[in-house]
């Protein structure tokens, strides 16, 4: 059984998954595409092999030919597209954010509940990343006892010129906080986020960062996020634990020995260092939507929890206090 | 367009493959299959959506819905399939060996150049694994210069009882006698076979074996097979250029710091250590065939050669002597 | 130019520092010792060619066959000895810690500074580690660009019985602080101590630490105390930089391929770990003192300032607080 | 007790050991020199506390005052000073080689038989560097099994115009020969040299060579020397053994992070690599020598057996043939 997917918005990150699902992973088919530019949606539609063009991403949730709808457009329309995706009782993937606001997180996961039935998995790819999936396996198979200390380093080379202090925070760092949720297996508490000397690379902005998170249990979780260390694309993980560490390995794969030295190369970006992971992603998506036993991936919960704990960590930006972290209840749905 | 692909030969092989055009990888329907052994066929095609069942390999070669081939049956019987293939047209890709002898592969090619196109393709799949593929591309980069020696490693943790003398050759450094010839690009013209020390865990095996190889333009490869090495299976490669060299990396994600030690995992099998190197394989020989603009992967002729090389292998083997490898005139179709 | 040392205390360290000047290192002769027990004394005296026995330290440092002076007694002792060496104009190197109370360090250098030249040398022998040098070359040669952060962990397998929480503090991380004061070449100006979620192989021990120091120029620092983590004596530093990052290697020598995975070893304890940094550490000394151009080891001033540093440490971790550390002018005998 | 030692030879090397001996290990004093050139020797002569010259190397082996004797001198002068010194009962160390050629090194050995007890070590230095050693650790501990292979990489940046064909097995793989001997603990029996496609970094040379030996037992030995690889001074071993592998490991103390790549240096040549182990040998040596318990570094049999092995390897370079090696039979004195 082919899975009918509907992609709203058709911009580059669109496409892109547009191009997975038809080229990449088996078993879906991009059979509608909607976006506010029509030309594009239009355009994209011409390249593929059988999908109509609508024009409003309510019409496409609405197509009886849409099995399954995937969000890809602004930030701020996300609400609406998988609010009216749950209630159409149709899996909806979104890519983060979930909403921009948490009270726009909350909306949907109202509505998810109210439905009865996870229907909405968040775009935190990480999940599906397979250093990522070998480090959550050493934890949980106790490989170095139990977490009691965890250290992610989120190292870009360099950030656009549009890159803002905040965005250290909701755009680098909150993958940092989703991926240390899911390996760990408990919530954060509480977040001091302190600046370090700034990089000159990075003019007057505020880089690097340390920020020191707590767990529910006590676990300590450092992150630090370096974007204009220039080096090259380099994500670090490393558990501490009660009887040893476990951290995820450099991914080079060919260790060169010339002029004077001997290494592995470190990736350049972000679509190197992490293609793989969103084709599987998508491929575990397809197979789970169409077996329909019920999603495994990031939720609604997920979403609405990375955002709590990047309006605490913006807010301890500013005022350099620790911040705690209120989740409040965890709707029964997602336990 | 989707593929639409008949399987012959649904043994263990067959099956996994099946299930990788099915579920893995994009673009490829299976629509028919054959086997010796027809109450199996009819097992597999039972688990598909929409697939015949053919009595015999010539008939689901000529059945109007099949576009492509694959080989997957017992190993005398690959010439006879891959010629029909080769005769009706059609794309067929066919397990290693290619023919259990370099006449039946001399045939293949005869029939194909006969044909006037390339049809065939062989499953080495190691040209498809990351690793090997960022070691070719350090190799023709340039980052190392010009090879001179290549050291191929070939160890696996522990061989089946019916694992005989010559299967070290024919079995196991078959691949490496492939990869290298890739890697560096041109053809090998002698090997020399030499027995160390025998290891205790091998019982009356030779095992390990120390091969040498030269290349035509004077490159030197080392080949070492070690069969019965207990702790794991681990695939080494090593290209000596004029600068500096090249070596696959260590494939284990995960950095354990524990129990007094700091490393990483090495594979147990060729199943973990290959698995992806088979998904890329068969995507993009669907592609290609798909694309019509021609294969590129391991053709007859690298299928032929490979199997002169064993032969050579094998006689200095049992001779001790430095044996010189003739593949004679390669066809231009090949170049 | 044999240097005619005389040794005040002759328990583990003092026998092992005679071992290494008798032995070990070139151009020194042990003449006189000195312990509060006159038997070990005249024990360790008899097993050397030519040394006297002193009742008192004091005697042994008024000898005029005496060049200089190591002392190794007992904490509390320190202070007594090293301003009697000054007084005497004998260089004269100190153990850790240089006095048990920032007054008495404070003393010390005031009587030195009274002197008027430089005649002590505390040992701290991290700087004189390999591994550590060549950290601090990468540092000052600007590979990575100014440093931004520093991560120093401090890992053992376990600790005595009588370890007691400020120790984490006061005998562990001192050693931290002084070797960031060191690599980076400036002072540290706050301290934030955190405890993760207690090591239950520690009993009731909080372990492990986090604490984040603050330099002059805004450097954060990260020193990890983990005492009871089993998988060894695991001393790690990163500097992170505008440009890139620079961090200690492991030390295993050989790389093991066994049991599924490859890897190196770690130093069981500190002895393994820091025997050679000791040997370095003397033969420096001994030949500044020899040749008289003055010494640069570390100084009353670093024994001081890492007193300092461990007082405000201790302070945090039991109010919570950010401490600020404040050091005072630096004398100018020390700059 | 200090060893009172005469040095003949006093050129580049015989200054650095002269070096060594007065700074940095322990328990030895210069007390005599001897130069064919004696303007040189009374130029180092100065230099020390208390030195005579001699004119002869002879006078120097005869004076009283001399305990031990080391010879850096010329090559073809070297059994010469060692008989005398052997006749004399004097300790004599020996730089490489023993002797130029087979016949000499026999006169040596028949002179020390003779004499009734080992007075000869030879400056194979591998032996005492501390990466070797934790490999014939691993080795002797049983870590892998028992050996069954072994690969020496002998690779240097470039050479000097004046080195020759044959210098590859006499002056560089002569290391790899007597450091094979000590970490497997048998003799070698057979060699055979390939030249690969040559590098042109090396103009008409014959490099890189790979030559293949084997043991009494059966062990394969697979020395690569590669002498113009530009990337740097780089050696090389793992030993294959029956239940996995042991191997030298990179000896860079820092791992950089930069320029897209994350790894640790390589030496530039064999004086960064090896000082440590020039210190450690002589403090040995001069140890043993002391304690008159007998010496264990290098023997005559050794200089006789590496000398032995290069003849047949230099006979297998210009023949390309196998090579049996014959050390007739090993004097008691050496067992």
Redesign the interface.
Known sequence: ?TLKVGVIGTGMIGRDHIRRL??????AEVVAVADADEVAAKEVAAGL?NAKVHARGEDLIADADVDAVIVCSWGPTHEQYVVAAVAAGKPVFCEKPLATTTDACRRIMDAEVAHGRRRVQVGFMRRYD??YR??K??IDSG???????Y?SGHRNASVPDHYTKDMAIVDTAVHDFDVTRWLLGEELSAIRV?A??????GGALQD?L?M?LE?E????V?V?T?V?????Y?IRGEV???????????????????????????P?DWRERFIAAYDVEF?EWI?EVVAGTGLTGPSSWDGYAAQVVCDAGVKALYSGDRIEIDLGAKPALYS
Chains 1, 2, 3, 4 share one sequence.
């Open positions: 059984m038809t080229k990449v992973v088996s078993g092999a397979a250093p070998a480090l396996h050493a490989a170095v006892g139990a977490p009691l200390i250290y302190l370090a000397k700034p990089n000159s690379h690097p340390l020191i767990t249990s006590g676990v300590l450092n630090e370096s204009n260390i220039r080096y090259g380099d501490v634990g009660e009887d040893g560490t476990a951290a995820l390995a450099d991914t080079g794969q060919v260790v060169l020995r010339r002029a004077n030295g001997v290494g592995v190369g470190v350049e491929q197979n």
